[in-house]
């Protein structure tokens, strides 16, 4: 928590809902962090976008994460959603998830340790 507002761990946005899985600050609360999260991009829609509708329903839904156990269950239920809809074959596959873009952000570092690796060396006297 940089900012000491919220940890995104896991996420994935669907075409009619979104799945966050985050850790909140002891002096938040979660309906502080939602009307955050909501209000930014409601806010960043008009702006960026000109989109003048409303973005999100009222409320939300939340479970509670109380061991290591529930936190795999519940971040593989959000990695597996895309798939469970028909949208990909797998998560990695799914453009809207953090597991793709997970694996994006791997695939560059990998790529940008190869090009210094095999790249040429210029000595200029």
């Known amino acids: 928590m940089k900012d000491g507002r919220f940890v995104i761990h896991d996420f994935v946005v669907m075409p009619n809902h979104v799945h966050l899985l985050m850790t909140i600050p002891h002096d938040k609360t979660l ?4 009307q955050l999260i909501k209000g930014s991009f409601s806010f960043r829609a ?4 000109g989109f003048q509708g409303e973005v999100w329903q009222r409320g939300f839904s939340d479970a509670q994460i109380r061991d290591d156990r529930s936190f795999i269950e519940h971040k593989s239920y959000i990695e597996m959603n895309p798939v ?42």
């Open 31 to 34: 309906e502080q962090s939602m």
């Open 84 to 125: 469970r809809a028909g949208l990909c074959n797998s998560p990695e596959e799914y453009p809207f998830g953090s597991v793709y873009l997970k694996r994006k952000k791997l695939a560059g570092a990998k790529a940008q340790i190869e090009e210094s690796v095999t790249g040429t060396t210029e000595v200029v006297p």
């Open 46 to 49: 008009r702006k960026d976008l």
